[in-house]
Nanobody, 128 residues
Framework: QLQLVESGGGEVQSGGSLRLSCTGP?????????IVWLRQAPGKEREGISC????????YYRNAVKGRFTISRDLARNTVYLQMNSLRPDDTAIYYC????????????????????WGQGTQVTVSS
């Protein structure tokens, strides 16, 4: 069982920044998985927004966040980060990280996928 823990959410004004973290347990297992960041806004479907391969060499961004968000991975700390800049009110959502043994970038960080593990989610609220 791979437990993922998200942190870093909060409330910020439009134009502000937040950095989310998705941390896995100690050991090498976490680093065998691609990690995907997804979000779900009120009344909307969950959408994948960014992902990174197990070794951190490939990333992918959906158009909605491209140029504003940056995903990165610290293999030593078993953590994947999502740096979110220039936040907008429509970024308000619960943000989740999920793990898959597949190359998530190949599938463009899919919304609907048989992810192996999920985090509990962290709320991001952007006020205007």
């Amino acid at each position: 069982q791979l437990q993922l823990v998200e942190s870093g959410g909060g409330e910020v004004q439009s134009g502000g920044s937040l950095r989310l973290s998705c941390t896995g347990p100690r050991g090498r297992a976490f680093n065998y998985y691609s990690i995907v960041w997804l979000r779900q806004a009120p009344g909307k479907e969950r959408e994948g927004i960014s992902c990174i391969t197990d070794d951190g060499t490939k990333t992918y961004y959906r158009n909605a966040v491209k140029g504003r968000f940056t995903i990165s991975r610290d293999l030593a700390r078993n953590t994947v980060y999502l740096q979110m800049n220039s936040l907008r009110p429509d970024d308000t959502a619960i943000y989740y990280c999920a793990a898959t043994g597949a190359d998530a970038t190949k599938y463009r960080c899919p919304d609907r996928f048989e992810y192996d593990y999920w985090g509990q989610g962290t709320q991001v609220t952007v006020s205007s």
